[in-house]
């Protein structure tokens, strides 16, 4: 288990349950203050209520809301030093059956949520000269067998837009992309008893590491919360960055 200790404001969208409720937990545990952002108040109340962080009701897809989140964010607890672009749903059915604007939403949810967050979030960063990003992605990014076009397709982009912005920030504010794993969740539910599931805690844990400080050679990386001994990579970052090693690419 992780025993870093941390400081600061961390934001965590789609914290009202499952991972960003976990993820939110682990940070408040760690010493962070934490603003919870989901749609549901009753959720984001609950988990906010319980680490003595802040509430904060909106939709992901909303640029009017995710600004707000900021904005209120700051105004009660101080500047966002990290954020974690959690928040993310899956779209079920049959690709030529889904109605078009279910199909959509989750690109917007998982897709345009994660950017309009980074966005808002980005320039007080640069302002401040600190911040770090962690976004929740998927093993659906790049694994076979995946059979709902709208969450592969979705997470395939977040994990080449993390990657890209990490790029783009590199130096400046530091950007993960992460798989938590396939975590028994709401989300999940459906899916039966015999799959490999991922122990809850790996995500929340290998997050609080991301947030300290000591993984920033790796940003740009794809990490694993299961798979991947974080504390490895940490110590081999440099054959990782010079390999290209955790990264999702293309072979042929």
């Not at 870093?4 to 499952?18: H, I, K, P, S, W």
């Not at 008893?193 to 290998?206: F, I, M, S």
Request: charged residues 25%; hydrophobic residues 45%; contains cysteine.
């Amino acid at each position: 288990m992780s025993s870093d200790t941390l400081e600061g404001v961390a934001l965590v969208t789609g914290g009202g349950r499952g991972i960003g409720a976990g993820i939110a937990r682990e940070l408040a545990n760690a010493g962070m203050q934490v603003a919870v952002t989901a749609r549901t108040a009753s959720q984001v109340e609950e988990v906010a209520g319980e680490i003595g962080g802040l509430a904060l009701v909106g939709d992901v897809t909303s640029e009017k809301d995710v600004e707000r989140w900021i904005t209120e964010a700051q105004a009660e607890l101080g500047p966002v030093d990290l954020l974690v672009a959690n928040a993310g749903v899956a779209r079920e059915g049959s690709t030529w059956e889904l109605p078009v604007a279910d199909w959509w939403h989750g690109l917007e949810v998982n897709v345009l949520g994660v950017h309009l967050t980074c966005r808002a979030a980005i320039p007080g960063m640069l302002e401040r000269g600190r911040g770090r990003i962690v976004i929740t992605g998927s093993g659906a990014a790049y694994l076979p067998g995946q059979t709902t076009t709208a969450y592969a397709t979705s997470k395939a982009a977040v994990s080449r837009y993390g990657e890209t912005l990490a790029a783009e920030l590199e130096g400046r504010i530091p950007v993960f992309v992460f798989s938590p794993g396939l975590v028994r969740t709401e989300m999940t539910s459906r899916f039966g008893d015999d799959l490999p599931w991922t122990a809850p805690e790996l995500a929340p844990r290998l997050v609080r590491v991301l947030a300290s400080g000591r993984a920033d050679a790796l940003a740009g990386r794809y990490i694993h919360a299961e798979h991947d001994d974080i504390e490895d990579l940490i110590a081999r970052a440099d054959e990782v960055v010079e390999n290209d090693l955790n990264a999702i690419r293309l072979r042929r």
